[in-house]
């Protein structure tokens, strides 16, 4: 589950994941984490469509190679959420959240009773194949499943304070991009007011004693982030990271042309 993954977020250092949608393959998971210095992969559902396989697949990579899993995806639905988790994966990310009230039905949807009323089964690989006591299954699911609120949303941003507050939210990861463009900003991550919004999702997680993330620009907005507290840094994506190495080859071989 996302054991390791909340564990490093408790010891307060700076954590590093990578993303993988277009490209969400096993080799790719088990490259990433052979190559050293991440924690977890998060797979992108929501833009990528992945399916169920795919998601079993990289996870059973990812624990393979040491890594933690989230999956990013949209929430509109308990089995959404809960697939995803009995697929293996050890947490997930709620895209597209616009208020605390859709926040606290992610966290009833992945979360067993006393937290939640996730959908009972035990049969999935979180229950090794229904091998763990269900009482035992469902306590450790509640303790270990990691839960991230996407502010991607002006509502969200409204919201920050109490979507923060929320029991078991683990991190507020930020999407700049969609931020700005909720609030009629397209493309300008720099904007004053972009700004403004992530200084007030630091402070909120701040006062709650939670974590925040986002995926930066390039390294002065990660620096930036960081300062303001940031300990969750999304660097790199499957598509950049392919486009960035084949262009490192044509520039190193330039002059054998």
């Known amino acids: 589950m996302g054991k390791r993954l909340k564990a490093a977020l408790a010891q307060d250092r700076l954590v590093r994941v990578f993303c993988l949608g ?35 697949l990289a996870c059973l990579a ?11 995806l949209a929430p509109t639905d308990y089995a959404t959420v809960m697939r995803s988790l009995e697929a293996g994966a050890g947490g997930i990310m709620a895209a597209q959240v616009k208020s605390v009230q859709e926040a606290e039905n992610v ?3 992945a979360k067993f009773h006393p937290r939640g009323m996730r959908g009972v089964n035990g049969s999935g690989v979180d229950g090794r194949y229904g091998t763990v006591p269900m009482p035992e299954y469902m306590k450790r699911a509640n303790e270990e499943t990691f839960i991230a609120i ?7 941003v409204e919201d920050v304070e109490k979507i923060a507050a929320l029991q078991e ?15 009629g900003i397209v493309g300008d991550w720099e904007h004053p007011k972009v700004w403004q919004s992530i200084e007030r999702v630091a402070k909120a997680a701040k006062a709650n004693g939670i974590h925040w993330a986002i995926l930066p620009r390039n390294v002065a907005y ?3 982030c960081v300062d303001l507290g940031c300990k969750m840094l999304s660097v790199g994506i499957d598509v950049w990271a392919l486009q960035r190495g084949l262009k490192a080859f044509l520039t190193e ?5």
């Open 253 to 257: 071989f330039e002059a054998a042309q």
């Open 22 to 56: 277009q490209l969400c393959h096993p080799k790719y998971v088990e490259i990433i984490g052979q190559h050293g210095g991440y924690d977890a992969v998060w797979l992108d559902q929501e833009h990528a469509g992945l399916s169920s396989e795919q998601i079993e």
């Open 169 to 183: 939210v683990d991190v507020l990861f930020v999407g700049p991009a969609d931020l700005g463009q909720s609030m």
């Open 62 to 72: 990812a624990r393979a190679v040491g890594l933690d899993t989230f999956v990013r």
């Open 222 to 224: 990660a620096k930036r």
């Open 150 to 156: 996407q502010i991607e949303h002006i509502g969200a």
């Open 107 to 109: 966290l009833q949807w």
